[in-house]
């Protein structure tokens, strides 16, 4: 993540915080924080499918990581008491950041972007739409995104099935559950193991049995930190 301009703010047990863009960013392009920040979870996912390999043939263990990624205002600088002090972020961007990383779990994702990354982002990247999220201890939905490549990086088969993920999510959120099953069970012929196809697929066979109440409009509640 240093290559890319972010530092390591600190650890917590198997959770690793890196920041990008403070205290000042140097950078020509005031915005280039957002992309800098995929490319380094994108290169870093990337050298751990290498590492995994190393280490179940060494010592038989199988790891894996999820990232979340927000981009928005923060308070910086050194924090706690004259005991306890050290230089860090704080504030609601950094929480939703903390949400997103759990909240790849159900949808079998690896990273998770907030919508303002993606929007500073999106001419660096691929990625697809996700979920319209209300996180835990919040009330409003965020838009997020799941982050598949560097720009021109996406395989073409995986773009067929984001295409076809992208307007089954909408038939979903118009409450055409059997439509939206019919099409991701197209995604999924194309790949078996596209995690948001088989999430939503499932939350669509349980709204035709339960159907959301009225004003729902395709919001996902992450029910767990």
Known sequence: MTKYGGYIDKYAGDAIMADFGVPVWTDPDPHSHAWKACWSALEQQ???????????????????????????????????????????????????????????KPFDTHIMIGGKTYEMA???????????????????????YELLAKKGELPETKARVVAIFEAAWKL??????????TNFDEALK?????????AYRKICEGFLKNPPPDGWA????QTSK
Do not use: W
Request: glycine letters at 8%.
């Open 46 to 104: 990337e050298r751990l499918q290498t590492l995994k390999q190393e280490l179940k043939a060494e010592y038989g263990c199988d790891i894996d990581a999820r990232m979340g990624i927000n981009t928005g205002e923060v308070a910086a600088g050194n924090m706690g008491s004259e005991q306890k002090f050290q230089y860090t972020v704080m504030g609601d961007a950094v929480n939703q950041a903390a949400r997103f990383e759990p909240a790849n």
């Open 122 to 144: 999106k001419d660096k990247i691929e990625a697809r739409f996700l979920a319209n999220m209300i996180v835990k201890g919040k009330t409003e939905p965020v838009p997020c």
């Open 172 to 181: 979903h959120a118009e409450k055409k559950f059997q439509e939206a099953i």
């Open 190 to 198: 194309l790949d078996p193991h596209d995690g948001p196809s088989k």
């Open 218 to 221: 395709g919001e996902y509640i």
